[in-house]
Structures are given as C-alpha cells and as structure tokens.
C-alpha cells in the first residue's frame, strides 16, 4: 500500500467514483507540491600560461546523445466533449386502478418519455506516470498509465402535456430533468513512436480506459382533474466502468529532462441503462389512500467522447544515452541494459515508514440498505468539514536479497456533509415531500501483509543505477464502519428502513462490514543511483472470495540521507486504492464501492 521505503515498493490505489470539477485542485496541489529538482550543468574555464604563446582553444567535448529512454511522471489539463449527446428516458405503465378504459396511466407513462441532449463536456486535469524504452534510432515503444478529474457533465430536461381522453378527460403535466457526469477517468496504454527529430517525437497510443460515470433522473407528474396525489421518480445511479482508448500525439523534449506533449485521445465506456431499481417508481396515490396508479422509469446514454489535452512531463533519467552528438544533431545510442544477478542474501534490513495519505474519496457506501454516493476531495476535508481527517499509516519492511516481507496498516476516519453526499439508490419507498441532506461518518482500516521476490534485474551502465522487476502476493484486510444521519424537513417516511416524521426528521442507519482480499501484484523499481529510486507498483486482488473486486497503483520517489547518526529515507509518491465489495440485501445491505486516491509522503528509519 502506502509509501515504501528503501526496499520493494508498497503501492496503492481506489475506484471514483465522483471527481468533480474541485478534484482538479486537489490533484494539481498535491503533485505539485512535491515540486522537480532540476539540475544545474557546472560551467568550465580554461587556463593558459602567461607566457606561453596564444594558442586556439581546442573544441569542446562533445555532448551526450538524447533517448527517450527512462522514467518520468507529469502533468496534464485539457477538454473533453461527448461522442453521444442524449439520454434517453423511458417510462412503462405498470398498474392502473381506473382499468383499460382510464388512460391516465398510459398518458402518464407517455408524457415521462422522451429524448433530452445532455452534452458531456468539460476541462479535466491530472498526472501521469510512464517508462519510454527506445529501441532503435527512430523508434520509440512505452507504457504510460494516467488519472484526471474534472467538470464533465451534461444535462438537460423536457416538459408536456399528454391527454388522456376517456373516460374523464385529464391531463398528465411532465417535468423531466436528467444529468450525466464522468467524474473521474483513467487509461492504461501502450504508446509506439517516431522521432521525426531526435527530440520530437509523433506516437500512437490505446489500451485500457476506465472511469466513474453518474448518471441522475428526476420527474414529476400532476394529472388534472383529479385526486391524484402524485410521488416523483428521482435517484442517482453510479458505477466504475471499463473500456478502451485510443489516439495520436506529439512530445518535444525541450531539455534532457522536461517535455512538453499536445495529445488526442477516443474513449468509450460503454452503454449504461438505469432501470428503476436505481431511479425508482413514479406513481400516484388518491387522497383516501391505495395505489391509483404505478408507472417504472429508466434512463440510458453512452459514455463516450474525445479528449485533447496538453502536459508537462519530468524524466528521470536525464535523457542522455553514449554516443556524441555534433553541432545541434545528435546521434542516437540506447543506453544499454545488462543483466545482473540478484542482490546476494546476508543480512536483514529493516526499516519502518510512517507516513500520511491525502484521500480524496469518490464512491459510493451502503449503510443498513441507504446507499450513499460521496464526493469529497482533499480541499473538502481542509475547507469544508469541521475537523481534518483522523489517520494512523505504517508500514514494515525485512529485506534480505531478493526476498522481502511486508507489514502495512491505515486507518481513517472520514467526515461528509451537504453537497458532497448524494442519494444515489434510494430505497424503493421512501418518499421525501421537500428535502434532505446529510452527514456520514465513515471508519477505514486497511491491513496489508505479504512477501515479494525480486524476478528479475539489470544494470545500466556502470553508474550503479538497475532496473528491477518484482513479484509479489499477500492478504488484504478492511474494516469499513458507516455511521448516516439524514435530515429531512418536511414530510418522509419508509417503512423499509423504520423511518419516519412530519417537519424535521432524524434517521440514523448505520453499519459495520469487514472482510479479506487475497492480491497479488507486479512492481519495478528504477535506481537512478544508489539511494535514489523510483518504484511503480500495481496488484488486483478479491475476485469475489472477498470483495468482488480490487485494484492497487502506487508510485513513489525515495531518497536516502543520514540525519544526526541516523539512516532515513524521504519519500513522495501518489496512490489510488479501489474496492467494490457488498453484502447483505434490502435494508440489510452494507457495502462500499468507490476509489481512494491521493498523494503520499513518508519519512522511513533504516536500521
């Protein structure tokens, strides 16, 4: 999980679920505060004797060859709009008390059908991560892996009247309104390019997308003349969907290391319907009471769309390969990798890193069958909740060689409020006359152990910096406890969850749910030098045994330094942890399915 020290990396990462337009503040802070170092060449001077004759000075030494090979991590902002501009809401009537011959219900069910354009626009912002290899003088293969939040959103509404002729002529008035979000998006890619220059670069990329969509419905019904009293079908559907990306770009190098890049890419995530499980129903009651007339509603779009984007990357490696280059055309010559031997086993090494992780939360939590959707970013906990998020984070780590075992522990306890609540799945009859909000106090505690084996190493160069691959497998453990307060004013009640008042109202389920995850995972660590590392890791786990599913990325810089006698190592890296796990059903379900992502800074003793 969290920020490793010295050894194999510990990484970590979550599903969003919503990453709103305030997400972008929150990424963008949080990478940059760790800043870039950038290194300054030393400038030479030539001495002569005063009494030697005037000599021409020699040529200067020529420069270090450019590769695009290496690590390197950055920024990026740009604007996203729709491929598929509607939603499409349908309504079915389900039951009508006034018979065959009332068409009441069937004007209702009409009237809340229809077409709305819902343009899925807006900026996104975030960070990116990836490791270029460059085989060949022109020829640049890479995998890059990217997470952005932002404003995209798109929404709209349409009104009617429908009449319903017989037996008493009535009209049904409809007010509809829909909205989408995609509030977070990621990709997994691999990029092949060109170098139509030695530090130009034209590259094709595609492979994995993923991203959390929001898609939100309310209607309203009056049918006239008539003692109908009519409930509005509303509700909020969320989910993490996966599909593919693919696109074009260009990145110019303008320094061994910073590059700039102007990028296209087409996402899909697929098709979502909300059926009224999700929505709920609409339907009418008379005022003596019973069921008149009971309509189902659903809503559907497809989350799809083009992102062109420009960002700002830092390399690692400083972007200089063993050739020479003369004058301003450099010539190209890969640094070369050679395999080398695990580290020998000797001694244990161990080290212990507290350290602190700046969540943001985006998701969705279940409490006694009330599901709650929660969008809240690292600004949200500073500016908008009474108290900072409560934290304890460790993590332990024996070395010795190749092998490595591994101890790591965070707890939390996270605040919600007002806007960054939604009801998201509300209970089928629970019935709200004006409005409500809410507060949720929410207790994570994430427990991670397990061993890792190094597979695989090799040296570049003879500057002692190596390339390392790692295995690894362990046991997750959660611990989840929701604690919901609703408040309503006006009138509500819902005999599903025992809640019920006229005016002000208090409603108070909560939940505790704990489980295990088997994961296993993948890692490699990049030294640029000894002390001095980067380290990428990444591990899927559950696979219904536990949750239905999990996901783990973590990516961090440590640095070495001894401190009055003592052996320290600084670290800074981001992390995205994503679960979906459920259990139980109807107002018995608790469950939490969202993604936790921010960034990590550590400091480790080594003993």
């Known amino acids: 999980m969290p920020a490793p020290s010295n050894g194999l990396l510990s990484a970590?990462?979550?599903?969003?679920?919503?990453?709103?337009?305030?997400?972008?503040?929150?990424?963008?802070?949080?990478?940059?505060?760790?800043?870039?170092?950038?290194?300054?060449?030393?400038?030479?001077?030539e001495?002569?004797?005063?009494?030697?004759?005037?000599?021409?000075?020699?040529?200067?030494?020529?420069?270090?060859?450019?590769?695009?090979?290496?690590?390197?991590?950055?920024?990026?902002?740009?604007?996203?709009?729709?491929?598929?501009?509607?939603?499409?809401?349908?309504?079915?009537?389900?039951?009508?008390?006034?018979?065959?011959?009332?068409?009441?219900?069937?004007?209702?069910a009409i009237g809340a059908t229809g077409?709305?354009?819902?343009?899925?626009?807006?900026?996104?912002?975030?960070?990116?991560?990836?490791?270029?290899?460059?085989?060949?003088?022109?020829?640049?293969?890479?995998?890059?892996?990217?997470?952005?939040?932002?404003?995209?959103?798109?929404?709209?509404?349409?009104?009617?009247?429908?009449?319903?002729?017989?037996?008493?002529?009535?009209?049904?008035?409809?007010?509809?309104?829909?909205?989408?979000?995609?509030?977070?998006?990621?990709?997994?890619?691999?990029?092949?390019?060109?170098?139509?220059?030695?530090?130009?670069?034209?590259?094709?990329?595609?492979?994995?997308?993923?991203g959390g969509v929001n898609l939100s419905e309310h209607i309203s019904q009056s049918i006239t003349p008539s003692l109908l009293l009519g409930q509005d079908a509303k509700g909020s559907y969320f989910d993490n969907r996966v599909g593919w990306t693919a696109g074009a770009g260009f990145e110019w190098a303008f320094t061994n290391n910073l590059s700039v890049k102007l990028e296209y890419l087409y996402y899909d995530?697929?098709?979502?319907?909300?059926?009224?499980?999700?929505?709920?129903?609409?339907?009418?009651?008379?005022?003596?009471?019973?069921?008149?007339?009971?309509?189902?509603?659903?809503?559907?779009?497809?989350?799809?769309?083009?992102?062109?984007?420009?960002?700002?990357?830092?390399?690692?490696?400083?972007g200089q390969g063993e050739g020479s280059v003369s004058g301003a055309t450099p010539l190209f010559t890969a640094p070369k990798l050679q395999p080398a031997p695990h580290t020998a086993f000797g001694d244990w090494r161990f080290s212990f890193n507290p350290y602190n992780w700046g969540v943001n939360f985006n998701g969705a939590t279940t409490a006694a069958g009330l599901n709650l959707g929660v969008d809240a970013s690292l600004v949200d906990f500073l500016t908008k909740t009474s108290s900072f998020p409560l934290s304890f984070m460790g993590r332990f780590e024996a070395t010795n060689g190749p092998v490595q075992f591994y101890?790591?522990?965070?707890?939390?306890?996270?605040?919600?409020?007002?806007?960054?609540l939604a009801l998201r799945n509300p209970v089928g009859d629970l019935g709200l006359a004006i409005s409500a909000s809410g507060r949720l106090k929410e207790t994570l505690a994430i427990g991670e152990a397990g061993g890792a084996y190094e597979l695989a190493r090799w040296r570049i160069g003879d500057s002692g910096a190596f390339t390392a691959i790692d295995a690894f497998a362990g046991l997750r453990y959660w611990y989840v406890g929701l604690d919901v307060r609703l408040d309503a004013f006006g009138a509500a009640n819902s005999q599903l969850v025992d809640f019920q008042a006229l005016g002000a109202l208090a409603a108070s389920p909560s939940g505790k749910i704990?489980?295990?995850?088997?994961?296993?995972?993948?890692?490699?660590?990049?030294?640029?030098?000894?002390?001095?590392?980067?380290?990428?890791?990444?591990?899927?786990?559950?696979?219904?045994?536990?949750?239905?599913?999990?996901?783990?990325?973590?990516?961090?810089?440590?640095?070495?330094?001894?401190?009055?006698?003592?052996?320290?190592?600084?670290?800074?890296?981001?992390?995205?942890?994503?679960?979906?796990?459920?259990?139980?059903?109807?107002?018995?379900?608790?469950?939490?399915?969202?993604?936790?992502?921010?960034?990590?800074t550590g400091l480790a003793i080594r003993f």
């Open 269 to 318: 995530l697929g098709a979502v319907r909300v059926n009224n499980s999700n929505i709920g129903a609409l339907y009418y009651t008379t005022i003596l009471g019973g069921l008149a007339i009971d309509n189902a509603t659903a809503a559907s779009t497809q989350y799809n769309g083009h992102i062109v984007r420009a960002g700002l990357n830092y390399r690692f490696d400083a």
């Open 12 to 45: 970590g990462a979550e599903r969003t679920s919503r990453a709103p337009a305030k997400l972008r503040g929150s990424l963008l802070g949080a990478i940059a505060a760790g800043g870039f170092a950038f290194a300054a060449f030393a400038l030479t001077t």
């Open 47 to 108: 001495a002569s004797g005063a009494d030697l004759p005037s000599t021409k000075s020699p040529p200067p030494s020529p420069l270090p060859a450019f590769t695009w090979t290496g690590f390197y991590v950055g920024l990026n902002t740009g604007y996203s709009w729709t491929n598929s501009s509607n939603i499409g809401v349908a309504s079915a009537n389900i039951f009508d008390f006034g018979g065959p011959l009332s068409q009441r219900g069937a004007a209702s």
């Open 514 to 600: 704990q489980w295990i995850d088997p994961v296993v995972g993948l890692g490699v660590r990049q030294q640029f030098a000894p002390g001095e590392q980067f380290q990428l890791r990444g591990d899927i786990g559950g696979f219904g045994t536990g949750s239905k599913f999990s996901w783990q990325t973590y990516g961090v810089y440590s640095h070495d330094f001894t401190f009055m006698g003592l052996n320290l190592t600084s670290t800074l890296g981001y992390r995205a942890l994503s679960v979906n796990y459920s259990t139980g059903s109807g107002n018995r379900q608790n469950g939490i399915s969202a993604v936790i992502h921010g960034p990590v």
């Open 115 to 210: 077409s709305v354009g819902a343009q899925l626009n807006g900026f996104f912002d975030g960070g990116q991560i990836g490791y270029n290899w460059q085989f060949s003088e022109k020829f640049v293969a890479g995998l890059e892996a990217d997470l952005q939040g932002g404003g995209v959103r798109g929404g709209g509404g349409f009104t009617g009247l429908t009449p319903a002729a017989t037996p008493i002529p009535s009209t049904v008035v409809t007010g509809a309104t829909v909205h989408r979000n995609l509030e977070y998006l990621g990709t997994v890619r691999g990029r092949i390019g060109y170098t139509i220059a030695p530090q130009m670069l034209l590259y094709a990329t595609g492979g994995l997308a993923y």
């Open 407 to 420: 101890g790591d522990v965070a707890w939390m306890q996270l605040r919600f409020a007002g806007s960054q």
